[in-house]
């Protein structure tokens, strides 16, 4: 079965203020366009999120790399999210123009935890693949992730049965002309981006606790709503939420998913 995508800290801190607040009204006129970030829209209550990607392939190899990656990516969005933080870096001020100090620390379970000048950010997620990295923020109280997957990694050996129920499958499957491998690409990118998003991963849940439904909403055929099981509620009694939104693209060669649970 595929590795689960582990998170990395970039830098260690503790929250010593309440939680940053980014209800502003310059948040509704990003031009989210620019500098390869790109917002998304997820679940009914059209929850917003940006994202961004970029390469590590030209990098040394290793964590180092992701390292790095994640270094220029969550000041990007943090930018895009409000000016205020366009000119952060990690690990504190460097110069006159570095407005504020972020820094990027991680829970027992792995979830990324993001903070600036010392107060608890956003939600942020990440995952990797073939060299390439992406990152989610979201904009408001709720958990958020991401994930990429392409279709060489489940080839005809892969245990489907173990990752998968029969019903999504044979849905993504028509979603992706027949083609199998395709299709389990989807539909695990959607079901880790969930798991990230319930802020546990598959450290607690298994893939088959979490099943895939059609989505309600008017575009229907890029997304779903991921329901929780009975039997995850009892293996992760912290669990607070039974529903996730996810939205799902194409990336080049990759299925990307966008996940929001209202924790």
């Known amino acids: 079965m595929r590795r689960t995508v582990k998170m990395i800290a970039i830098n260690s801190a503790k929250p010593n203020q309440a939680a940053l607040s980014f209800d502003n009204p310059s948040v509704h006129a990003l031009d989210v366009a620019a500098e390869g970030v790109k917002e998304i829209c997820v679940g009914r209550r059209m929850n917003r999120v940006l994202y961004c990607s970029t390469s590590c392939k030209t990098r040394e190899d290793g964590r180092s790399a992701r390292q790095q990656a994640k270094a220029e990516l969550v000041p990007l969005l943090l930018g895009r999210m409000h000016p205020k933080f366009a000119a952060s870096r990690f690990g504190g001020p460097d110069c ?86 395709e299709a389990a690409a989807m539909l695990w990118s959607v079901k880790e981006a969930a798991a990230k998003a319930l802020g546990c991963g598959f450290h607690l849940l298994d893939p088959l606790d979490l099943r895939v439904d059609p989505s309600s909403e008017a575009d229907s055929t890029s997304a779903v709503l991921v329901r929780v099981g009975q039997t995850a509620a009892d293996k992760a009694p912290c669990l607070t939420c039974t529903h996730v939104a996810v939205r799902i693209f194409r990336d080049s060669d990759y299925w990307v998913s966008v996940a929001v649970a209202d924790l």
């Not at 991680?106 to 979830?111: A, I, Q, V």
């Not at 050996?157 to 083609?179: K, M, Q, T, V």
């Open 96 to 181: 006159a123009r570095c407005s504020s100090s972020i820094a990027l620390s991680h829970g027992s379970l792995g979830r990324p935890v993001l903070y600036v000048d010392g107060r608890k950010g956003p939600s942020v997620s990440f995952s990797h693949v073939h060299g390439i990295v992406w990152a989610a923020m979201g904009l408001g109280s709720v958990g958020v992730g991401i994930d990429a997957a392409h279709g060489n990694e489940f080839q005809h050996s892969y245990p489907f049965d173990r990752a998968f129920h029969r019903d999504e499958l044979l849905l993504c499957i028509g979603r992706c002309r027949n083609n199998r491998q």
